[in-house]
């Protein structure tokens, strides 16, 4: 039985990541050790359009196609040249732009910087991706 308990327990970081992630107004997300989507915060919620709640765990592939990246060309990018990827695989920050489409359709340039979460005796645990836009848009109140 402990065994099974152990398993269905979400690594200690990831839980104390999300609790840091719930107190940021900086829109933020939390993705374990296989880039599947497991928390975002109510910021990221404004921003995507969608509260966390109302979408849930999502797999890379599922967020991609929902929410982008969207390179240069207009298509997805591909979730190995996403930062989010980058830090997991290489244990340190990454950052880019790129654009990323909210729930009503309407595209925003952002910039993304993911910071891994290492647990020494594990390795990677996940990564938080911290995002803003790079532009006026969706940062009202900031003149």
Do not use: C
């Not at 970081?13 to 939390?30: D, M, Q, V, Y």
């Not at 925003?108 to 848009?137: C, H, K």
């Amino acid at each position: 039985m402990a065994v099974m308990a152990a398993r269905a327990q979400k690594p200690l970081e990831l839980i104390l990541a999300r609790n840091l992630l719930t107190s940021l107004s900086t829109p933020a997300f939390l993705v374990d050790e296989k880039a599947q989507l497991v928390f975002y915060n109510e910021a990221a919620g404004a921003l995507l359009g969608r509260p966390f709640e109302d979408v849930g765990r999502m797999s890379p592939e599922k967020w991609i196609s929902t929410y982008g990246p969207i390179g240069e060309d207009g298509e997805p990018m591909p979730l190995d040249d996403l930062p989010t990827t980058r830090a997991i695989r290489n244990g340190r920050p990454a950052h880019a732009s790129f654009r990323i489409r909210s729930a009503d359709g309407a595209e925003r340039e952002i910039a993304s910087s993911a910071f891994p979460i290492v647990a020494s005796e594990r390795g990677s645990s996940g990564a938080m991706i911290l995002f803003w836009p790079t532009n006026d848009q969706g940062s009202e109140g900031d003149e």
